[in-house]
């Protein structure tokens, strides 16, 4: 919760919720749809256009990213990490959990420094790089590893 306070945002009970949500899995990657089933699911009824203006503020803070999710093109949320920078992800388009590729980020790092160069020299102002990789994760991958999703994967 202290980077709540750090936003400057104020701690309220939708607020703290959200956040714990994401805080208690985060890897999770959830639709608005799906975060406004959770709350319910914990209690606690949120007016849909209020959750709404809650992710923006979560988003402009810098607590949580907001990306479109695989096919459906709809947006997905998930805990932004602490680091500043780019940090490469890997979506799984089967139940939709994230996964960080750290080890991947110094040299991601240098390839979004050289896109955002390359858009600076053009004229163009770049202002976030979001490197995802979508698939299906190992979780989701038949036993028989033929790298197709099961039909209970995500539920």
Do not use: K
């Given at each position: ?19 714990g ?10 639709s ?5 089933m ?23 803070a ?20 602490d ?27 240098a390839?979004?420094?050289?896109l ?16 995802s990789?979508h ?8 036993p028989?590893g ?10």
């Amino acid at each position: 919760m202290q980077r709540l306070e750090r936003a400057g945002l104020r701690r309220t009970r939708a607020t703290e919720a959200v956040v714990g949500l994401f805080q208690s899995d985060p890897g999770w990657s959830p639709s608005h749809a799906e975060l406004e089933m959770a709350l319910q699911a914990l209690g606690l009824q949120v007016n849909r256009v209020t959750l709404y203006r809650l992710l923006d503020r979560l988003v402009e803070a810098g607590i949580l990213e907001r990306h479109t999710g695989g096919d459906d093109r709809t947006w997905r949320f998930g805990l932004a990490p602490d680091e500043s920078g780019v940090v490469p992800r890997f979506e799984c388009d089967a139940c939709h959990r994230q996964f960080r590729l750290t080890d991947a980020s110094e040299p991601t790092q240098a390839v979004a420094q050289q896109l955002l160069s390359t858009l600076a020299h053009l004229g163009h102002q770049g202002q976030r790089v979001d490197l995802s990789i979508h698939g299906t994760c190992a979780v989701c991958v038949e036993p028989s590893g033929d790298g197709q999703a099961s039909p209970e994967a995500g539920t």
